[in-house]
């Protein structure tokens, strides 16, 4: 306690030994600082103008009287500190006056009841992307609150999501000061109900319109505070945290521009194999054969016995050749290598095909006019705004697309001075990995149709080339930035060779009975493929990783949301 005497006090400060939190500014209890003994005792109640102060400071074991100078500096910052203090209780004060406030709003705007006006002509129900057709009439709008913001006392602008568009509505009056629309947050479901009105010339909303409400109900309120979306899915959050709340942020507008694009993507090639004639099949995904090789294969028990998750449908496409002609599946594949890669997923849409009495170079045309058709598709649909936001500075592939050989392949890496991990170079018969493959893809820098693989680093059933039986008819197609996204071949056609396949693959033929009968049934030259949807889509779409290009992706360690 700092006590004053008739004459002014004097205050005892020892900068090595002090305290000023349990200093009480005597010479056995000394403060550290200048600046603290001032103020404490200035602030002690006892009445003492700082002038009449005295402080004795420890030097060399010796109390002396402060300078003038040291006086001068701790009168400073003695004034500096009163007015930090004073201003932290300025706006203490403000935070509980509007604290005050903000509860006496809320408490007033649970009187306030705004009333439908039935007066008006009855409102018709629309989607957002039908306000045009609707422009001068009285609607209601239901959606999610995309954003919002109050101006000013009576007015407050909502900006309207119901997943057909984006629709600007205008509440004024009483519709701004309800408890619901004072404590209104992000993602609340809301109907609105009002006329549809062309904005005034040089304002701007999306599609030119908004709605201006005369009557407003909340459907679902959404939480504020820690549990705000925003909290939920901010920008800093880490790509994990990310995936765990996707189901959120696929209401965002980059996430569900890609949703929108994926399902024109889908379209594109739905239109592309009807224009050429193929019938669309359902194969089914649980299976007992292998196609890729038992190192990715997803087992499990199905009814005691042991069973997989699809890697492809491709030896099922074939059986459907005598039967429909030529055919096509959109479905899912599963993978279980792990791959902590930006183009690796568990689980993937496959999109595959089969043709029947075509030569290697018919599915490489085939290929490449599906690739162009699709990218044209797209960039022509009701999807394509959205294209331009993700993917500015798109060019679509130029046709002929470049067609290499992997043997010229392994000349390019030795040429530009590709080596493999050990420092050799590459040679024929090597499988070469992915890194080299975008080196030198990202290098040509356009698509590559790279061609006629050895037989050893192939699948079973690909067909030898009768040019050189080291090979095989097959082909990757290689896109930069991203890597492969087609991989197919002509398909073995004779039973003699595909037999000898699987006996060199350690390949037990029973399973596939059904798959050998297609070369004993009537057998013919035929050729497919397949595509990763998601890798397409991270080309198209200028995506990072694969893992944003579906709905909720699935790798090593995520099975969830
Ligand atoms: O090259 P893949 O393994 O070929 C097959 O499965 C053939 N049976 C297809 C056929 O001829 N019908 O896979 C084909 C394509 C790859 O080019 C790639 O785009 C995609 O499927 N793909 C994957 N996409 C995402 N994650 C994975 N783990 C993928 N594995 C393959």
């Not at 609707?134 to 709008?141: I, K, L, M, S």
């Not at 739905?270 to 299976?287: I, S």
């Not at 790279?450 to 080291?470: G, N």
């Not at 004779?494 to 596939?512: F, M, N, T, V």
Request: aromatic share 10%; hydrophobic share 35%; with cysteine.
């Amino acid at each position: 306690m700092v006590e004053s005497k008739p004459d002014g006090i004097i205050l005892f400060v020892d900068e090595t030994a002090g305290s000023d939190e349990s200093g009480v500014g005597t010479e056995a209890s000394p403060f550290k600082t200048a600046v603290a003994a001032i103020l404490k005792a200035s602030t002690a109640n006892t009445g003492i103008n700082v002038d009449e102060i005295k402080i004795k400071v420890k030097k060399e074991s010796e109390w002396t009287d402060i300078s003038k100078a040291g006086f001068k500096k701790a009168k400073g910052g003695f004034e500096n500190a009163i007015k930090k203090l004073r201003k932290e209780e300025e706006k203490k004060h403000k935070e509980a006056e509007d604290k005050a406030g903000e509860e006496k709003r809320l408490e007033e705007s649970k009187k306030i009841v705004i009333k439908m006006d039935y007066n008006l002509p009855q409102a018709k129900q629309i989607k957002i992307r039908d306000s045009t057709s609707n422009r001068g009439q009285r609607v209601v709008v239901c959606g999610w609150v995309h954003r919002h913001r109050v101006q000013g006392k009576d007015l407050m602008f909502i900006w309207l999501r119901d997943g057909t568009g984006f629709l600007q509505c205008v509440l004024t009056g009483q519709m701004c000061h309800t408890y619901n629309a004072v404590t209104l947050q992000l993602e609340s479901t809301v109907s609105l109900y009002g006329t549809l009105k062309e904005v005034p010339a040089g304002k701007t909303a999306p599609g030119g319109h908004e709605l201006q409400v005369d009557y407003w109900e909340l459907i679902g309120a959404a939480p504020g505070g820690d549990e705000a979306i925003t909290n939920k899915i901010s920008a800093e959050a880490s790509p994990d945290l990310l995936y765990d709340q996707r189901h959120l942020v696929i209401r965002g507008d980059t996430a569900s521009a890609v949703l929108r694009l994926r399902h024109a993507t889908l379209r594109g090639f739905r239109a592309f194999f009807d224009k050429k004639g193929l019938y669309e099949v359902t194969p089914p995904l649980m299976v007992q054969t292998q196609v890729e090789g038992g190192s990715t294969l997803f087992h499990f028990q199905y009814y005691g016995e042991e069973a997989y998750l699809t890697q492809s449908s491709q030896l099922y496409l074939e059986t459907c050749l005598p039967a429909l002609g030529d055919v096509y599946c959109i479905t899912e594949s599963f993978r279980a290598e792990k791959s902590h890669t930006r183009r690796h997923l568990a689980e993937y849409t496959h999109i595959e095909a089969e043709l029947a009495f075509i030569t290697f170079n018919d599915l490489l045309d085939f290929l490449e006019d599906m690739v162009c058709s699709v990218v044209d598709f797209v960039l022509a649909s009701k999807e394509a705004p959205y294209f331009k936001e993700l993917h500015k500075d798109f060019v679509p592939p130029k046709r002929p697309f470049r067609r290499m050989d992997y043997s010229d392949g392994i000349k390019w890496l030795n040429d530009n001075g590709i080596k493999k991990e050990d420092g050799s170079d590459y040679v024929f018969g090597d499988d070469i990995p992915e890194a080299p493959e975008r080196k030198m893809t990202d290098a040509i820098g356009e698509p590559i149709m790279f061609c006629r693989f050895p037989v050893e680093i192939k699948s079973f059933y690909m067909k030898r080339d009768p040019k050189d039986t080291k090979l095989t008819e097959s082909v990757d197609v290689l896109i930069p930035n991203v890597g492969e996204i087609v991989g197919g071949s002509m398909r073995i056609s004779d039973l003699a060779e595909l037999l000898a396949a699987y006996k060199r693959e350690g390949i037990d033929p029973s399973p596939y009975y059904w798959f050998t009968d297609q070369r004993k049934y009537g057998t013919c030259e035929h050729g497919g493929f397949g595509l990763g949807l998601e890798r397409f889509l991270a080309w198209m779409l200028n995506r990072y990783t694969v893992r944003d290009c579906c709905l909720y992706p699935r790798f090593p360690g995520r099975a969830q949301p």
